[in-house]
């Protein structure tokens, strides 16, 4: 079976995709620790609110963060993917600037309405352009070595973004992480080692996934703290194996998506439902996640699931993010294609390059 065959899984992943989801517990920690030794000015504390800047991989930190600590935030936080900050950003307000290349124009172009606006500026780059102003300007920022992501692809990098903007988060006073982010790396090395490539199909509940999906258009189905997960998952499903992929939370897909399956008839061959579910959802939504099973069932869908098996809301995020690039990885190598390689994305850039 390709999924156990390294050899060619080496040759299909000539990016070395592979190495980059195995250091994601190192990515944590490394992060953790530099993230750490981040000084705030006083200043930035009492904001109005939280903006976070960001594109593509870059702007996944904030989607698990909203997530996981929503209901917890002790002051309005908002993501945008674009050129402008929102209408309400002004001079109590908080912007972090986040592009793991430092290259991403969109935050570029945020990093000046922000200076312009004059918000609190604090950024998370690998480097950059955006690590160069942000020196320049001053401004408090998460500059990290990422040796641990050897794929050099930022979907695959998350261990850094993802920490740094907890960590960032936590020392402007908008939540509190607790002592959990410290040891969580540690905690995830055990709970992942079951998706690694030496463990074969039959116990390997990626590889599995992977295969169930084979062929076909996933759609993740999350709730509550998994939420960013299944947008995280989205984004990697479409980046690595080039496969078309549909995100979407409970409950709000009960209002209008379970009567949007009928039509055209043919539709159930195509869709594989995949639930991320958890033993930490609220009870009213886990009800919801088996009536909307049930659903899909009397509409001739079938459906998979995964339960995260962590003790806590911030473990269960990071297990799902590993499970997620494993799971886009498998489902690469099943269709032979490079998941380090994004051509498309790569050729739309040397077009906007021209104007």
């Known amino acids: 079976m390709l999924l156990d065959d390294e050899k060619s899984i080496a040759m299909i992943d000539a990016g070395n995709v592979r190495a980059s989801i195995d250091a994601l517990p190192d990515q944590i920690a490394s992060a953790y620790a530099e993230a750490s030794r981040l000084r705030v000015p006083v200043s930035y504390e009492n904001a109005d609110q939280v903006v976070v800047a960001g594109m593509g991989g870059s702007s996944l930190p904030a989607h698990l963060v909203q997530s996981v600590y929503g209901s917890v935030l002790r002051v309005p936080f908002s993501f945008i993917n674009g050129y402008t900050l929102p209408g309400s950003v002004g001079k109590k307000s908080v912007v972090i600037l986040s592009s793991y290349s430092g290259t991403t124009e969109e935050v570029l172009a945020c990093f000046k309405d922000a200076q312009k606006r004059g918000a609190r500026i604090v950024g998370i780059a690998s480097g950059g352009a955006l690590a160069k102003a942000l020196s320049r300007a001053k401004a408090p920022a998460f500059i990290f070595d990422p040796i641990h992501n050897p794929c050099h692809q930022p979907r695959m990098g998350l261990g850094y973004m993802v920490t740094g903007l907890i960590v960032i988060l936590e020392k402007l006073g908008v939540l ?3 002592a959990e982010l410290a040891t969580v790396a540690e905690r ?19 590889k599995l996934m992977a295969s169930a999906l084979n062929g076909t258009v996933p759609v993740i189905i999350s709730a509550e703290h998994l939420i960013g997960n299944g947008h995280i998952m989205q984004n990697q499903i479409h980046e690595s194996p080039k496969q078309f992929c549909a995100a979407f939370p409970l409950p709000e897909l009960n209002h209008h998506l379970m009567e949007g399956l009928a039509f055209p008839k043919d539709t159930a061959r195509l869709l594989s439902f995949v639930f991320l579910e958890s033993d930490l959802y609220s009870k009213r939504l886990a009800i919801r996640v088996k009536a909307t099973q049930k659903v899909l069932a009397k509409q ?7 339960s995260a098996s962590s003790a806590t809301r911030l473990e269960q995020a990071y297990e799902a993010l590993a499970f997620g690039s494993w799971l886009s990885f498998y489902m690469a190598i099943q269709n032979r294609t490079n998941p380090s390689n994004i051509p498309w994305v790569n050729f739309f850039k040397k077009e906007l390059s021209k104007e």
Request: charged fraction near 15%; aromatic fraction near 14%; hydrophobic fraction near 30%.
């Open 176 to 178: 509190t992480a607790g």
């Open 188 to 206: 995830l090395r055990a709970d992942i080692s079951e998706y690694s490539i030496n463990v074969p199909s039959r116990s390997n509940p990626a």
């Open 300 to 306: 001739g869908y079938g459906y998979n699931s995964w």
